[in-house]
């Protein structure tokens, strides 16, 4: 079973029992506190017979040396002391429990010889053990281990200022929460998990102090969405637009706002997409799973900040109901757009939400995020999640968060060249531009519909499901924004 580990702080000393785990410069420096669990000086034999060198999340499991009081010794890799960073710290965290799994208590000593680790560098390790520590499990009758646990159920974090530690910790903490409901509602299937289910779960932010309203068909109806409701008309399942607020801002301080795709399952409508691979689209609302989790871990942590999120909830059926390529719909901005390919569909539902926030919050600036196009994928593999945006300052800390995160970005282009290509002689744009530059042009899109306001739009199809497992996910949904997002919110706009 999936267990997520108590984390305890505490000062350095000898553990007493269970697994130790000790962080190796590379080149094999042992910090002073080794000794308290290698006395008579026996690792660095050991560190030589084996060739561990300490390269970065690189380990060797020992029995504990002799005059030791516990059990088992892990030697955990940190790399290079001078290019410790916050996002190695986490890696080495995760690493750590990776690497421990077997045991059930573990004790880490957070000394690296020349580095004084600060109370934040020992938060974002323990903050890697969480995010390791996630499986999703939920629907495994059966299990390999037999039902024992998949890691320990206790860290003890040995450092030199536990309680300053303590501290920052409960703010990582607040993240990890918000990254693993995102990974949860991106893993669950679809037969689970449908727009009205999607709608409870963020209702059930209004416990953290998030206001929550749900908007249905019949009132988008009378806003006049008529482009994320002609995506839901096929499906059976009634569409949904969920406002989350979090007030925790001045008054009079302008929101800051994030909008979230919501496909639940995206057959491609008529337009069907080929049956390989289609079980993946049970993910496509990796936007808003990203924005949920945002909102929880904004609230979580008391963020000093007016925060809007809103999700757009559908599902992209083929029925006799369904909308057909040559379609027109009219969108709340009152703009047409001709329907080519059903199949481009994440755009009509963010087009209408994008209007409507701008419209009723007039926010400092949006930020969507969505699994929007394939070719992204093609662009930038799973490394990296493709940046649009008509604001330079906006763009650059966004690049700047998913540098100190770890969820990177890579920005693409917009220009008057592309948005020709989405024009249609029917109506006034078309829904995609064709084979090339499908990201740029779906950006393009949906830049007609935020007029001025300061807007980024990314498209997380790479990075939000199927990317590489790593030192703190090996979750197939990675929960990618959470964490990039609350960073941008804390670096540049609290109190």
């Given at each position: 079973m999936s267990v997520?580990?108590?984390?305890?702080?505490?000062?350095?000393?000898?553990?007493?029992?269970?697994?130790?785990?000790?962080?190796?410069?590379?080149?094999?420096?042992?910090?002073?506190?080794?000794?308290?669990?290698?006395?008579?000086?026996?690792?660095?034999?050991?560190?030589?017979?084996?060739?561990?060198?300490g390269k970065l999340a690189?380990?060797?499991?020992l029995v504990a040396p002799h005059g030791a009081a516990c059990e088992r010794v892990l030697a955990l890799g940190v790399g290079k002391p001078d290019a410790l960073d916050?996002?190695?710290?986490?890696?080495?965290?995760?690493?750590?429990?990776?690497?421990?799994?077997?045991?059930?208590?573990?004790?880490?000593?957070?000394?690296?010889?020349?580095?004084?680790?600060?109370?934040?560098?020992?938060?974002?390790?323990?903050l890697g053990v969480l995010l390791n520590s996630y499986v999703f499990d939920k629907y495994k009758t059966v299990k390999k281990d037999n039902g024992k646990a998949t890691g320990p159920a206790k860290v003890t974090v040995l450092c030199a200022n536990p309680a300053a530690a303590k501290r920052a910790f409960a703010t990582a903490q607040a993240v990890a929460d918000g990254v693993l409901l995102a990974r949860d509602l991106v893993n669950e299937p679809a037969n689970v998990l449908g727009t009205l289910e999607f709608a409870a779960k963020a209702r059930e932010l209004e416990a953290l102090g998030v206001k929550v309203e749900i908007l249905t068909e019949k009132e988008m109806r009378k806003l006049k969405m008529g482009a994320l409701l002609g995506?839901?008309?096929?499906?059976?399942?009634?569409?949904?637009?969920?406002?989350?607020?979090?007030?925790?801002?001045?008054?009079?301080?302008?929101?800051?706002?994030?909008?979230?795709k919501g496909v639940v399952f995206d057959t491609g409508g008529v337009s069907i997409k080929p049956a390989g691979g289609m079980e993946d689209m049970k993910?496509?609302?990796?936007?808003?799973?990203?924005?949920?989790?945002?909102?929880h871990a904004l609230a979580a942590r008391k963020a000093k900040a007016n925060v809007?999120?809103?999700?757009?909830?559908?599902?992209?059926?083929?029925?006799?109901?369904?909308?057909?390529?040559?379609?027109?719909?009219?969108?709340?901005?009152?703009?047409?757009?001709?329907?080519?390919?059903?199949?481009?569909?994440?755009?009509?539902?963010?087009?209408?939400?994008?209007?409507?926030?701008?419209?009723?919050?007039?926010?400092?600036?949006?930020?969507?995020?969505?699994?929007?196009?394939?070719?992204?994928?093609?662009?930038?593999?799973?490394?990296?999640?493709?940046?649009?945006?008509n604001d330079d300052e906006l763009a650059d800390r966004l690049l700047a968060a998913g540098r100190d995160t770890g969820e990177k970005?890579?920005?693409?282009?917009?220009?008057?060249?592309?948005?020709?290509?989405?024009?249609?002689?029917?109506?006034?744009?078309?829904?995609t531009g064709g084979r090339y530059a499908g990201s740029i042009t779906a950006a393009q899109f949906l830049q007609r519909f935020v007029k001025d306001t300061p807007w980024a739009h990314l498209d997380i199809a790479g990075t939000a499901m199927g990317s590489p497992s790593s030192e703190i996910n090996q979750s197939w949904g990675s929960g990618f924004g959470v964490r990039l997002l609350d960073r941008l919110v804390r670096d540049h706009y609290e109190g």
């Open positions: 997520r580990p108590a984390i305890a702080f505490a000062r350095i000393a000898a553990p007493k029992k269970g697994t130790a785990v000790v962080l190796v410069a590379e080149g094999g420096g042992l910090a002073a506190s080794a000794a308290a669990v290698d006395p008579e000086g026996q690792l660095a034999r050991a560190f030589s017979v084996a060739d561990f060198t690189a380990s060797l499991d916050e996002r190695s710290w986490s890696r080495i965290g995760g690493a750590a429990f990776a690497a421990a799994k077997k045991a059930q208590e573990v004790s880490i000593l957070v000394d690296v010889e020349g580095v004084s680790p600060s109370p934040e560098d020992v938060a974002a390790l323990a995506v839901a008309q096929g499906s059976i399942r009634p569409p949904r637009l969920v406002v989350m607020r979090w007030d925790g801002g001045k008054p009079k301080d302008k929101p800051v706002a994030f909008v979230g993910g496509d609302m990796g936007g808003a799973a990203a924005v949920t989790g945002l909102m809007i999120g809103v999700i757009g909830l559908v599902e992209n059926m083929p029925d006799g109901n369904a909308q057909r390529p040559g379609d027109i719909v009219t969108s709340m901005s009152g703009q047409t757009i001709e329907v080519i390919n059903t199949d481009a569909e994440g755009r009509l539902v963010l087009g209408d939400a994008l209007w409507y926030v701008n419209e009723r919050f007039s926010p400092r600036f949006m930020v969507n995020l969505a699994t929007l196009t394939g070719a992204i994928i093609v662009a930038l593999g799973n490394e990296h999640a493709g940046l649009f945006s970005l890579w920005r693409l282009p917009l220009g008057p060249e592309y948005d020709k290509m989405i024009d249609s002689k029917n109506a006034d744009m078309k829904n």
